[in-house]
């Protein structure tokens, strides 16, 4: 089974960066995407970021465009997402999402918490 | 973006009773090649969420048989023949169509 480890979250203030990873060691890079996922406290799902694996293409909701930045490593089957620019409004648990399929959530990490504030 | 609507948002079901949950999106899911992605997921408390259901009808490894998806287009339902207590939790729809992926709001299923 496929397990994801998310790391580097944290407490930060507004207005600096953080940097969360996603490892997948057992995954098998393919055609498809990954993507971050976040979900605020006691709040739904929200799509924040994708990329595909091959193409490199990426995507990102209006609510981080410009701020954030997605990136991955194949070799390492990584997921990065460098977030710059925080605010209170990005607090949430973080998810990383790996597609076994197109168009699917398949796997999810545990989750990574991310405060911003002063 | 597709914007979809869950129904209802929450769901108090006895134990042994069927269970069903709408999801609407506000455009087509279906994509140039005929397919739909459109994906089920449960949220049990203090866990990630687990996709149930993909491709609109397809059970996931290991999801019991009791659950099942149906629809096309833009209308989707979630069933569960009969509610056990593991099912407790938080369901959402989500649409991975095309990007922005989008989820609906979630429908909060507990029992009576």
């Known amino acids: 089974e496929v397990q994801l480890v998310e790391s580097g979250g944290g407490l930060v203030q507004p207005g600096r960066s953080l940097r969360l990873s996603c490892e997948a060691p057992g995954f098998t890079v393919d055609d498809y995407a990954v993507h971050w996922v976040r979900q605020g406290s006691g709040k739904g799902l929200e799509w924040v970021s994708g990329i595909f694996w091959k193409s490199g293409g990426t995507g990102y909701a209006d609510s981080v465009k410009g701020r954030f930045i997605i990136s991955r490593d194949n070799a390492k089957k990584s997921l990065y997402l460098q977030m710059n620019s925080l605010r209170a409004e990005d607090t949430a648990l973080y998810y990383c999402?790996?597609?076994?399929?197109?168009?699917?959530?398949?796997?999810w990490g545990q989750g990574i918490l991310v405060t911003v504030s002063s | 973006d597709a914007v979809m609507t869950q129904s209802p948002l929450s769901l108090p079901v006895t134990l042994g009773q069927p269970a069903s949950i709408s999801c609407r999106s506000s455009q087509s899911l279906e994509d140039s090649y005929g397919n739909t992605y459109l994906n089920w997921l449960q949220q049990r408390p203090g866990q990630s969420p687990r996709r149930l259901i993909y491709?609109?009808?397809n059970r996931d490894s290991g999801v019991p048989d009791r659950f099942s998806g149906s629809g096309s287009g833009t209308d989707f339902t979630l069933k569960i023949s009969r509610v056990e207590a593991e099912d407790v939790g938080v369901y959402y729809c989500?649409?991975?169509?095309?990007?922005?992926?989008?989820f609906g709001q979630g429908t909060k299923l507990e029992i009576k």
């Open positions: 491709k609109v009808s």
């Open positions: 989500m649409q991975g169509t095309r990007w922005p992926y989008t």
């Open positions: 999402v790996y597609e076994g399929v197109p168009g699917g959530a398949d796997y």
